[in-house]
């Protein structure tokens, strides 16, 4: 019998709760025999009503020093002390899997590699996608391919405020309004519209899909705080749909060019019919070409699904643990703005022989007397650059997937 320990009793810790209690015989024969039994939930709230009560503890070490106690599920969010719980349970011997980004995002290098020195586990499957699989297709299923770029839509907050925008003709203000009433959005959206959340995301894939340490501090980040309904207005009319998007391309050179921006998406992406509050993930790889795993990518169930996964994962391979994750990195492996090329959507007040003037060839969609609307050529960072200084006046840019 493997006992199990859960680390916070909020959203994901609850529905984790739940599915090993309501899943038990199913769990069991996934684990080859092998029944999980929920020994411990640690949360500083009383629970003294609850109809397990006698298994809830306020004390960390009871969990820690437990030798019954082989995986522990880290559901407390945030990196204190997610952090220092997390490595002390490692370092006595117990695996660990979280749906906590930050963490892993932050910290994620220096964790695998106390797991690996303690011949434990160290799995994060929530952490990307909630409920979506993509961790372990990432690092199984596509390991025969060289993945060459993962475009994905990590954020559900920020996708419902812009479907809200396209199918409602709302405002930002009015939609973010709209995500908060019905909990899609904090009263502090700020890591969510910003594209803090996105950025952490994409920084663990490109990581797991490389197999060296991105730092999402390293990576160009930018939200959706300035997009407006006349941008909606001009997107509409080339067919094509606005998506913040998290985006790793790994070059020839070993280099990884990252990113998280809004991005231009033409109606015939798959991409661009991802609405809502769900997630999408586009993985190229250059034997399989593109692959796109969709699904809710947060909530109580979806995401305590993917962590009991790993919890199953965790008993499967007590004996052995898997190799999972990345190694530090070597030197500087991020790839400047100058390695990748976009085309860009542009409005501007100046004039459309200034435009020319300044980017050359470009395909306008509108021109009237407030604004000049525009694609660009492809353009390097240095060359965007040098034609947005050459205008005036820049009311949007936005980055064009293709």
Same mark, same amino acid.
């Given at each position: ?7 916070? /009793?909020? =959203? ?11 899943? &038990? ?16 939930? @640690?949360?500083? %709230? ?12 306020? #004390? /960390?070490?009871?969990? @820690?020093? #437990?030798?019954?106690? =082989? ?22 011997? *117990?695996?660990?899997? =979280? ?39 990432? +690092? ?18 920020? !996708? ?39 950025? %952490? ?8 899909? &490389? ?21 909606? *207005? ?18 020839? !050179? ?62 499967? +391979? %007590? ?39 300044? /980017? ?6 509108? &021109?009237?007397? !407030? ?24 009311? =949007? ?6």
């Amino acid at each position: 019998m493997a006992k199990v320990a859960i680390m916070g /009793f909020g =959203t994901v810790g609850s529905g984790v709760y739940d599915i090993i209690e309501q899943n &038990s015989e199913k769990l069991c024969r996934n684990t080859y025999g092998e029944e999980i039994s929920l020994k411990y939930i @640690l949360d500083i %709230r009383d629970f003294s009503d609850h109809p397990r009560k006698e298994i809830f503890t306020k #004390d /960390f070490d009871v969990i @820690l020093n #437990d030798p019954e106690v =082989t995986v522990v599920a880290e559901a407390m969010g945030g990196l204190h002390p997610a952090y220092e719980f997390t490595k002390s349970l490692l370092l006595a011997g *117990k695996s660990v899997v =979280t749906s906590n980004k930050e963490l892993v995002a932050t910290y994620g290098t220096e964790l695998l590699e106390t797991a690996s020195a303690n011949n434990v586990n160290y799995m994060f499957e929530a952490s990307v996608g909630g409920g979506i699989p993509v961790i372990r297709p990432l +690092h199984q299923d596509l390991t025969a391919n060289k993945i060459t770029r993962i475009a994905g839509i990590l954020n559900g907050t920020t !996708n419902y405020i812009l479907y809200q925008m396209f199918t409602k003709n709302q405002s930002f203000d009015d939609a973010l309004v709209d995500a908060q009433e019905k909990g899609y959005a904090e009263k502090n959206p700020a890591a969510d519209i910003e594209g803090h959340d996105a950025c %952490r995301k994409i920084a663990i894939l490109a990581s797991l899909a &490389s197999g060296k340490a991105v730092d999402y501090r390293d990576i160009e980040t930018e939200g959706i705080v300035n997009i407006t309904l006349d941008d909606v *207005k001009y997107a509409e009319k080339i067919n094509s749909v606005i998506k913040l998007i998290g985006y790793a391309d790994f070059l020839e !050179n070993g280099k990884i060019y990252s990113v998280v921006s809004p991005m231009i998406i033409s109606s015939s992406s798959p991409l661009s019919g991802v609405d809502d509050v769900f997630n999408a993930i586009m993985v190229t790889g250059n034997c399989v070409g593109n692959l796109m795993f969709y699904g809710a990518g947060a909530g109580k169930l979806p995401t305590a699904s993917a962590v009991v996964a790993d919890v199953v994962d965790c008993v499967r +391979h %007590r004996e052995r643990p898997k190799k999972i994750g990345w190694d530090k990195a070597e030197g500087n492996i991020m790839a400047s703005k100058d390695d990748v090329e976009f085309a860009y959507f542009i409005r501007t007040e100046d004039s459309e022989d200034a435009v020319k003037a300044a /980017f050359g060839d470009v395909n306008f969609i509108s &021109s009237n007397d !407030n604004e000049r609307v525009f694609i660009t050529q492809k353009l390097s960072g240095t060359q965007m650059d040098k034609a947005l200084s050459e205008l005036s006046s820049i009311k =949007t840019s936005i980055r064009v997937l293709d």
